[in-house]
């Protein structure tokens, strides 16, 4: 009779039969593949196709150089070289390798390598998985950093997004006023699924929600080119981006309808915190720019962006171009009278009053005090200038109102057309001469430099 306390014996792994752990190896999801000392196949797990579109039949005898870019293949021996004499806390250290695919050119792999005194072969035992998606995000890390626009940092994030859940495609949707979006960017999906009025994602932005919408809930204009692509269902991740921005929303495609399963919803609250991120910190990067560019009391631009803009439009061979100094008339009285509020007004309302007067297309900056200039288009001769300085002379015709104030100040300006063989320097200084003359001769009024 046994005993009913007696322990059961242990059990080693080992103990199951071969044919059971080659089934689980060959039932996994990133395959195994096993190469002799010359790095032919001797073995691959029937997945290997869905990663590498070969068959394992069609690797078995062939060498794993044979997969590899040739820029790949010197990096290729050493890691492998070090896995076979690497200790026994290193040898799991996985190695990033491109790896040419069947169907889909070169892509992006994690191969991790078992040394051969691990195992009772003298090869190695690779596994194999892909990281495109890790590719794609450190593309999307890199656009975010740098300064790349968002819909470059939008693809390379919904491309990262897309591979990670297994989806079709991925849209942000953003600059949400209410009514529409501004912006939608992405990839693997057309902007024509995804309108700006209406749809899960409009729903979604007004209720802060998630929509999980199939094919049938879409607006008839979104309905037919998403059934054309194949797609059966969206799911619709509100943002939360910040208070200060408008609401934006991150849209995940699928072929197939339904809600996510656990494990797609915990992926989309991740990659819905990087769309978060990416939108903040593109928006903070687009401020910081402007900053840098840009006066901080008017809201023109500075000089540096200034003679940035100037020596592009020369460096292109941009014609009819001039520049035109501008300098207030008796300003330094209205700081010492008025003190410097009201003198910050002044400069605000002047740079209002000049924007107002320009066409499209003309650049206005502050030098700083009470100096700006103007980068004027199609200026073709010199009645074209005198006419675009009578509407800035013009728009200072009125006092300008501040804190009860009525304060009336003049304009002067000085004007230099862009001839062949100027340069940049040569130009300012023409206008800046211009804009002298204009003052020794009284002010409130324009000068054309003569060369």
Sequence with gaps: MSDPHAQPPERDHLDLPASVFRELVEATAYPFLVVDEQGTFVFASRSVSALLGWEPRDLIGTNLTEYLPPDELERAAI?????????????????????????????????????????????????????????????????????????????????????????????????????????????????????????????????????????????????????????????????????????????????????PLLGHQMGLDSQARYAQLAIQKWVEHQRLIHIAGHDGLTGVANRATFRERLAEALAIGEGELAVAFCDLDAFKPINDTHGHHVGDQVLVQVADRLRTALRVGDDLARLGGDEFTVLLRNVSDEASANHLAERMLASMATPLYIDDLAITIGLSIGIALVTPGLTADTLLALADGALYEAKRNGGCQACIAQR
């Design 79 to 259: 890691a492998f070289g070090e896995v076979r004499t690497a200790g026994r806390s290193d040898y799991s250290i996985p190695m990033i390798f491109r790896i040419n695919t069947k169907h889909h050119g070169t892509r992006w792999f994690e191969v991790g390598a078992i040394a051969p005194h691990l195992v009772s072969f003298n090869g190695l035992a690779l596994r194999l998985r892909s990281w495109e998606h890790n590719h794609h995000f450190n593309l999307f890390l890199a656009a975010l950093t740098g300064s790349a626009p968002f819909s470059e940092v939008a693809e390379h994030l919904c491309r990262s997004i897309t591979l990670s859940l297994g989806v079709e495609g991925a849209l942000i949707h953003y600059g949400f006023d209410g009514y529409e979006f501004r912006w939608t960017d992405g990839a693997g999906v057309s902007r024509a699924c995804a309108p700006s009025t209406e749809g899960p994602w409009h729903r979604a932005a007004l209720t802060n929600q998630q929509v999980n919408a199939t094919l049938e809930d879409l607006p008839p204009r979104a309905r037919i080119p998403a059934e054309e692509a194949g797609l059966a269902g969206v799911w619709s991740v509100p943002l939360t981006v910040s208070s200060h921005l408008p609401p934006a929303v991150l849209s995940v495609w699928r072929r197939f309808p339904g809600p």
